[in-house]
């Protein structure tokens, strides 16, 4: 690793699994670069294993099979410069390994089940995102993926997913309350009676008043506006696209919310809807068209979900030179 940071910047992103997060991580390391960004898995703070859990008749969701302590004290000593002896859960074996050393860096990311849930932690995150995925989706995108490739069937998909809602509604959904962003994937309203799942209405749900987030806007701050840019500027066939965007108010905070729905048919042309979207914390005109072609083969990439990525990336990339800016002028007090 290079040289110690002189500030690390932690990012928290949560959500249920099989919710895009992996994808989202890869857009954000193509966005910092590798070498700049650790991640912390969150499972790894499991305290019970696998058969424990069993056991004791709990889930992986549940706060009584993680150890928050612990994961407060090494995200802390993290983010204040200090190496930690992380432990590790292994996947495969669903028991736990022995423990790896992490040294700091620059950005270090915490994702999983947890990230917002302990308050102390919650504290210490300087930007923080949840990726809240509707049922009817959530369902659907594990049916393709299980059944494909796990070989399950569709009661046993139904039925994994229906044991973990009471913990999921207890202990994970709560959380995008607390969240600076968060990535919403709901069913088209552009296909009566759609079951595929294909095409998808993705919203981004943007806190007010946070230190340093402006959100991003469609044509006019603080206006509602429904536009459908479909027609010589842009190439759309069936069902076509629709976006919006407008004020709200979300668990009692302000926010704004800007929503794709449908899909991009030619990526080319998304640099006429990245033209009309402010405070989008691009770099240059076109960066936003320019990330997403580059991984045209990113899931997500022809909606709202792989555009909504991007934006929070910049806008945690803005976050980072911001607080990186002023803490190299800065002597820190002790």
Not at 178 to 185: F, L, M, R
Not at 209 to 235: A, M, N, Q
Not at 277 to 302: C, V
Request: net charge negative.
């Amino acid at each position: 690793m290079s040289n110690q940071p002189n500030r690390v910047v932690l990012i928290g992103v949560a959500g249920d699994s099989g919710c895009g997060k992996s994808t989202f991580l890869r857009r954000l390391a193509d966005l910092f670069g590798k070498d700049m960004m650790t991640v912390i898995c969150l499972d790894d703070y499991h305290c019970l294993d696998r058969k424990q859990r069993k056991v004791q008749g709990v889930t992986a969701l549940d706060p009584r099979a993680n150890n928050f302590d612990l994961m407060y004290e090494q995200i802390k000593a993290l983010k204040e410069g200090r190496g930690i002896d992380k432990p590790i859960y292994n996947h495969e074996t669903g028991e736990l390994d022995p423990p790896e050393r992490i040294e700091p860096n620059n950005i270090v990311v915490i994702e999983g089940l947890h990230p917002m849930y302990d308050e102390r932690v919650r504290s210490l995150l300087d930007f923080s995102v949840y990726l809240d995925i509707s049922d009817e989706v959530k369902i659907a995108w594990k049916i393709q993926r299980d059944m494909a490739e796990r070989g399950h069937t569709y009661e046993d998909v139904l039925a994994s997913i229906n044991a973990r809602r009471p913990d999921f509604e207890a202990y994970i959904d709560p959380q995008k309350q607390h969240a600076d962003v968060v990535i919403q994937i709901l069913p088209t309203n552009l296909i009566k009676e759609d079951k595929e799942r294909k095409v998808l209405r993705v919203r981004m749900i943007q806190r007010y008043g946070i230190e340093g987030f402006d959100p991003v806007y469609l044509f006019d701050e603080g206006s509602t506006i429904h536009w459908t840019p479909c027609g010589r500027k842009l190439t759309c066939s069936y069902p076509g696209i629709k976006l919006y965007y407008g004020p709200d108010v979300y668990y009692g905070n302000e926010v704004s919310i800007l929503e794709v729905d449908g899909q991009f048919e030619n990526l080319e042309e998304m640099i006429y809807v990245e033209g009309h979207l402010s405070n989008t914390a691009t770099k240059y005109y076109g960066e936003l068209t320019h990330m997403l072609l580059q991984h045209k083969d990113y899931p997500g990439s022809n909606n709202g979900s792989g555009l909504f990525q991007l934006l929070v990336g910049l806008k945690m990339r803005q976050a980072y030179e911001r607080l990186t800016a002023t803490e190299a002028k800065v002597p820190v007090e002790v």
